[in-house]
């Protein structure tokens, strides 16, 4: 069975995503060991530098490094990354379930992104949409859609 993780920075409070998420959550368990860390978000002043910026990008990155699993295939949720569809992500699920790599690691960083040498490490970088979500908006979005790439996989009716 693949194990999914998916990393990321800050934590989520707001009662209604953390419902969503244990939903999908709960739907993963028959398709894949799946886990879900939170990391602290790097404290900035009300209005930082861009050398702050990328010194907080920079421990954040040290803190995802520290709990990546070995052989993983990593994916980073970005603005710059690649959109792809439901079918497009189902094939890549497809591809760590059919190849060497034991984990899937979906990376999602904090109110100023990832830190742009930990997405150099990854295999993909995933744009969601060109639209701005909130963080934690977009790990239940996240969650819905490595459920439907499961059900597509298996031929299941849910994707429509």
Do not use: W
């Not at 060991?33 to 939170?38: G, I, M, P, S, Y």
């Not at 034991?102 to 969601?128: N, T, W, Y």
């Amino acid at each position: 069975m693949l194990s999914v993780h998916i990393i990321c920075v800050g934590k989520m409070k707001e009662k209604f995503y953390i419902g969503a998420a244990e939903e999908y959550m709960k739907r993963l368990s028959a398709y894949c060991k799946l886990t879900v860390t939170e990391l602290s978000e790097e404290k900035l002043p009300q209005n930082p530098s861009q050398g702050q910026i990328d010194a907080a990008l920079a421990k954040e990155g040290q803190s995802i490094r520290a709990k990546l699993p070995d052989r993983a295939e990593l994916v980073a949720l970005c603005v710059e990354g690649k959109p792809h569809s439901s079918e497009q992500l189902a094939q890549l699920v497809q591809s760590c379930q059919l190849n060497s790599a034991k984990h899937l690691v979906f990376l999602i960083g904090g109110s100023f992104g990832l830190d742009p040498a930990l997405k150099q490490e990854c295999r993909v970088r995933l744009s969601m949409s060109p639209m701005t979500f909130p963080h934690h908006l977009a790990r239940v979005m996240l969650l819905e859609q490595i459920y439907r790439a499961f059900k597509i996989n298996e031929g299941s009716a849910y994707h429509k």
